[in-house]
């Protein structure tokens, strides 16, 4: 069973930068970031997959980036512009892989695996 741990959370005024981490105690073929505002549905962020690409949501794209340490079994997300929009409780996903990481990378439905989340605050 895959364990994953976020940290990197905080609160920033817009226009600031943040850089979330995501531990897992192993890497997964597919894994990524969601992330839940306040009276919203749980949506996709950006996901990976076992070929190393990359999914972004539209709304963060040019301005998140997603990498991983193999050796550190660890999943950054690194914001920068952030919005008063991108608030929300972010959390880490995983699964082993499969042809839906390839097909729905932005769906919950696609990770079996979660973190506990770390809480984002952008300020404007």
């Known amino acids: 069973q895959v364990q994953l741990a976020e940290s990197g959370g905080g609160s920033v005024q817009a226009g600031g930068s943040l850089r979330l981490a995501c531990v897992a105690n192993?890497?997964?073929?597919?894994m990524g970031w969601f992330r839940r505002a306040p009276g919203k549905e749980r949506e996709g962020v950006a996901t990976?997959?076992?070929?190393?690409?990359?999914t972004y949501a539209d709304s963060v794209k040019g301005r998140f980036t997603l990498s991983k340490d193999d050796a550190k079994n660890t999943l950054y997300l690194e914001m920068n512009s952030l919005k008063p929009e991108d608030t929300a409780m972010y959390y880490c996903?995983?699964?082993?892989?499969?042809?839906?990481?390839?097909?729905?990378?932005?769906?919950?439905?696609?990770?079996?695996?979660w973190g506990q989340g770390t809480q984002v605050t952008v300020s404007s």
């Open positions: 990976i997959d076992s070929d190393d690409s990359a």
């Open positions: 192993e890497l997964s073929a597919c």
């Open positions: 996903a995983a699964d082993y892989g499969g042809s839906r990481c390839f097909l729905d990378p932005l769906s919950q439905g696609t990770f079996a695996y």
